[in-house]
């Protein structure tokens, strides 16, 4: 069966970059995920520190880029005005619009090169930088693609996306506080009708019991919580991610291990892994 799409994961950590010798099999940056369409199309989840290594990749290569934000805080944009293609004239990037709270933004990838928090304003990148507005997420319909949103649970609001292509799907729901303790955007029976049947689930599984009540409100998911949408969806393959910035690859490890031993025991033939810098997915 000929390939839909190839996904490939640059960073898979959440809220800030951790380097260091306990990181280096999962690595250190933060959430960065390129989805390739296939003839000269390129979508990339969210621009956190794995995009400089992404745009070193694509440094040779001549590709329509197209970047997705699930929101706009540090850790999902600051690895954008290290992106290799920014600096090359013949590059055309478009920006989708991104939705907060009940605002369509503009770029917020670009507001932060104002030259005071970033030497580069976007006046001075050589390549053409885009925001269509008008089209959103229209215009992947153009390359024979759907993607689809859905707003998460995080503070000050974010969004997930669907992303259809040639019969084979993926949903990206990074963020998300399954049960959060303030006003839901969506539900629990929501976000399973939105994953129903999808190829691959990549899902916020940033925190364990151990670091609740603590951290209860602050926008992420147990990893138990994510096993059960994965389950009531029937997704074929589930991908943790977003990984809290103490969880070394010793304690990744042992929750990979744990979530596959409960998956088996609900019976499901649902593929599960942890996401790590490099991992690359078929579809």
């Known amino acids: 069966m000929k390939t839909a799409m190839t996904l490939q994961f640059w960073g898979v950590r959440g809220s800030i970059p951790t380097p260091g010798p306990t990181t280096v099999r999962y690595g250190g940056n933060t959430a960065c995920?390129?989805?390739?369409?296939?003839?000269?199309?390129?979508?990339?989840?969210?621009?956190?520190?794995?995009?400089?290594?992404?745009?070193?990749?694509?440094?040779?290569?001549?590709t329509d880029i197209f970047v997705l934000l699930s929101h706009a805080h540090w850790d999902h944009i600051q690895g954008f005005p290290f992106f290799a293609p920014l600096y090359q004239p013949h590059r055309m990037i478009s920006i989708l619009p991104t939705r907060m709270e009940h605002t369509l933004w503009w770029c917020p990838t670009l507001e932060q090169m104002d030259g005071m928090h970033f030497p580069v304003t976007p006046e001075e990148l050589p390549a053409r930088v885009l925001c269509p507005m008008e089209k959103g997420l229209e215009v992947f319909q153009e390359h024979g693609?759907?993607?689809?949103?859905?707003?998460?649970n995080h503070p000050g609001g974010g969004t997930g996306y669907r992303i259809e292509h040639a019969g084979r799907s993926l949903v990206y729901l990074t963020d998300n506080e399954l049960e959060p303790p303030y006003e839901k955007a969506t539900s629990f029976a929501e976000f399973v009708e939105f994953c129903r049947y999808t190829d691959v689930l990549i899902h916020d599984a940033q925190y364990l019991h151990s670091d609740m009540p603590a951290k209860h409100g602050w926008g992420h998911s147990l990893v138990q919580q994510v096993c059960q949408l994965s389950v009531a969806a029937e997704v074929k393959h589930l991908i943790l991610f977003h990984h809290d910035p103490v969880r070394t690859d010793d304690g990744l490890d042992a929750i990979q291990e744990e979530t596959r031993a409960w998956i088996h025991t609900q019976n499901q033939h649902m593929q599960c892994t942890a996401a790590y810098e490099g991992l690359v997915v078929d579809l």
């Open 33 to 62: 995920i390129s989805v390739d369409l296939g003839h000269g199309t390129l979508l990339v989840l969210d621009a956190g520190t794995g995009m400089r290594t992404l745009g070193e990749h694509l440094a040779d290569e001549d």
């Open 145 to 152: 693609c759907h993607v689809s949103w859905i707003a998460t």
